[in-house]
């Protein structure tokens, strides 16, 4: 597990200022005119859920980074994400977490996958404790392996940073 400050809500992240991570000595450069989804590499409902994102976004707006290392693990710590906790999406220079980062990623995809801003309507105090519970039991429930880009196709690892 990951020593970083727990429990970080969307709203915690609203004081960093767009590309903030630039100015960050400890975080690699990398191209940011993708959006970054930095995942649980060991997760394999993450891993799941990556493979879906890449399917799905077809205009390869996203990139793709294990939150266990390099590039992903100086963005977690940059921004003070437990990513035992939540994932960590960042688009346009801005963080995004749990079910604020589900609704960006849609953002990011575009079409009809932007219908999802809808659920928006309901409030992170009833949206964030569901995710935290899945999130809590996503080992128990969905398994564990040494790298969840097992789960990838060839063409889909070749997506990641």
């Known amino acids: 597990m990951s020593k970083h400050t727990p429990h970080k809500t969307q709203s915690d992240l609203a004081t960093f200022a767009p590309y903030s991570y630039r100015d960050d000595p400890a975080v690699p450069d990398f191209d940011d005119s993708r959006a970054v989804f930095v ?3 060991h997760c394999v409902l ?13 205009a390869r707006a996203i990139a793709f980074t294990s939150a266990q290392q390099g590039l992903g693990e100086a963005l977690c710590r940059h921004y003070g994400i437990d990513w035992d906790e939540t994932y960590l ?8 977490i749990k079910f604020d980062g589900y609704f960006e990623v849609a ?3 575009g079409g009809l996958w932007k219908g999802l801003a809808i659920f928006r309507a309901i409030p992170n105090f009833i949206l964030d404790p569901v995710y935290d519970l899945v999130a809590n039991n ?4 969905f398994g564990r ?13 070749a997506r990641m940073l």
């Open 46 to 58: 993450c891993g799941t859920g990556v493979g879906f994102i890449m399917k799905h976004d077809s």
């Open 107 to 109: 953002r990011a995809m």
């Open 138 to 141: 996503r080992y128990k429930w």
């Open 89 to 96: 999406f960042v688009r346009n220079g801005r963080p995004h």
């Open 39 to 41: 995942f649980d590499h």
């Open 145 to 157: 392996t040494e790298q969840a880009c097992q789960v990838l196709t060839e063409d889909q690892r």
